[in-house]
Structures are given as C-alpha cells and as structure tokens.
C-alpha cells in the first residue's frame, strides 16, 4: 500500500534518515503488522519513492509498505499511525500503489523568497531578469563530483510573482532518478549573480512522470 503524508512545521528539519526512522516507529507502535525484511538481521520494510530534501515542506509525500494482515481499513491505518507521528507530520491517504517509483520525472515547487538587502520589488525585478537569460549557469554536486549545468534548460514552466513581502516562484523541474534538479539551485544563481542573501521557503507540491500525470 502506499501511504500519502504531508510533512511540515518543525519536522521539515528531519532528514530522510531520521525520517525513515520516525516512520518505522510509528508503525511499531501503532502494531500495524508490517513485513519484515529477511535474513540475519530482519528489519520492517518501507520504501520512499521520492525523498524530500531537508528543510522542504512536502504537501503530498509518500512511503510504500505491506501488510502481513489485509484486515485493516486504510482509515484505521491512517488513524493508527496519526496517533505515533509528531505533529508535523500527519498522514491524509493510504492507497493501493498504481505507478513504480521509476516512472517519476518531475516535481511541482513553490518557492518564496525573502532578501533583508533589498525590497521585495527589487527582488523580483532582478528573479525575472535572471531568468529571462539565455544561461544562466550554476554548480551541481553529483555523484561524479561538482559540475556545472545551465538551469535555463529546465525553466520552461513557471511563473514569478510579488505576493505580500515575497517573492513566490512556483516551478515544475526534473525530479527522475536520472535527472534532478533542486530549486534551491535557483537560489543560488540569485545570491551568486547579485550579491545577495536570500531567505528561501521550499514547498513540493506534488510529482509527476514524463506524461504530466500525478504519481499515483
């Protein structure tokens, strides 16, 4: 089954590590009967299609599990597990799984910014001249080591505007096991481009694969 969760407030600062833990026990406690790996040292099984990056909201995260048990409704496991979980975290959907981690490619953000050096007019005037660049080149850590990608590549569906004393930028980008691209790597071309210190707020909305349909 796949669990649905949203994971906000405080626990944004728990790392997917931690995270991981935090799920297993909540399940322990709740004695929702889980699989358990097999083997020397048998553990309970769940898997993560898509782990979210520290200090990001998640609005419509999950985790994949199975039950030794098909007695339990998805609202007694909801309920079961919102009792063990830290307030940050509550679960809303428990769903048969219809799409394999693999097929997921993108991800929708909404990103807010605030900047202490300068008003948030000016803020959005220098967002949309970056991003009206035909390059705009950043540093990207993978496996292989730090190298240097355009981002201007992947702006293709986004919007920016002036919402209160912020800068909202709301962005679809890569976020395939192949190809992941993280938003704060726009902020980073904002800092580096204009000498800036920005102040980012990070919510993933929702993942999709290639076709534009909501991982399911």
Request: contains cysteine; negative net charge; aromatic residues 10%.
């Amino acid at each position: 089954m796949r669990v649905w969760f949203e994971k906000k407030d405080q626990c944004i600062y728990i790392s997917h590590l931690d995270l991981n833990r935090c799920m297993i026990r909540a399940i322990q406690k709740s004695r929702i009967p889980i699989w358990h790996t097999e083997g020397f040292n048998p553990h309970p099984f769940i898997t993560f299609p898509m782990p979210l990056s520290l200090g990001f909201v998640g609005k419509k995260e999950c985790m994949d599990m199975r039950l030794l048990e098909d007695d339990f409704s998805f609202k007694e496991i909801i309920d079961r597990l919102n009792d063990c979980l830290p307030k940050g975290i509550r679960v809303f959907d428990v769903t048969e799984p219809k799409m394999k981690a693999g097929v997921i490619d993108k991800a929708l953000y909404i990103l807010k910014l605030n900047c202490d050096e300068t008003t948030p007019e000016e803020l959005l005037k220098k967002t949309e001249e970056l991003f009206s660049r035909d390059e705009i080149m950043v540093d990207k850590k993978s496996k292989s080591g730090i190298k240097q990608v355009n981002l201007k590549e992947y702006l293709t569906d986004y919007t920016v505007s002036l919402v209160d004393d912020y800068v909202k930028i709301k962005i679809m980008l890569p976020a395939g096991s192949t190809l992941n691209v993280n938003p704060t790597l726009l902020v980073d071309a904002l800092e580096k481009e204009y000498s800036l210190e920005i102040f980012p707020r990070v919510t993933r909305l929702n993942i999709f694969n290639k076709d534009g349909e909501e991982f399911a």
